[in-house]
């Protein structure tokens, strides 16, 4: 088994910064690629931002997101700079670990982000 624990998040004013983090653990063997996605009211969850082989980001967040990781500690970061109203939702991570044979798809627990003046 395999928990995807998140923390970060709140309440940031249009313009500010937040950092997101998630921390894996459990029966690790190897981690491929761990990411986010954020679903608002009333929308389906979208993609926020991946780490692979290669990186990708949403459209809407390129020049103001960065994904990046910590493969030591299993565990993967999302800063969020220059936020806008729009990029309130709840944020998720997500990991795809091969747990000594097995692959699967784990969820973190989700985080609130809301950018209001």
């Known amino acids: 088994q395999v928990q995807l624990v998140q923390s970060g998040g709140g309440l940031v004013q249009p313009g500010g910064s937040l950092r997101l983090s998630c921390a894996a653990s459990?029966?690790?063997?190897?981690?491929?690629?761990m990411g986010w996605y954020r679903q608002a009211p009333g929308k389906q969850r979208e993609l926020v931002a991946t780490s692979g082989t290669s990186t990708n980001y949403a459209d809407s967040v390129k020049g103001r997101f960065t994904i990046s990781r910590d493969n030591a500690e299993n565990t993967v970061y999302l800063q969020m700079n220059s936020l806008k109203p729009e990029d309130t939702a709840i944020y998720y991570c997500d990991a795809e670990v091969n747990s000594y044979g097995s692959i699967y798809r784990y969820w973190g627990q989700g985080t609130q982000v809301t950018v209001s003046s």
């Open positions: 459990g029966s690790i063997y190897r981690i491929y690629t």
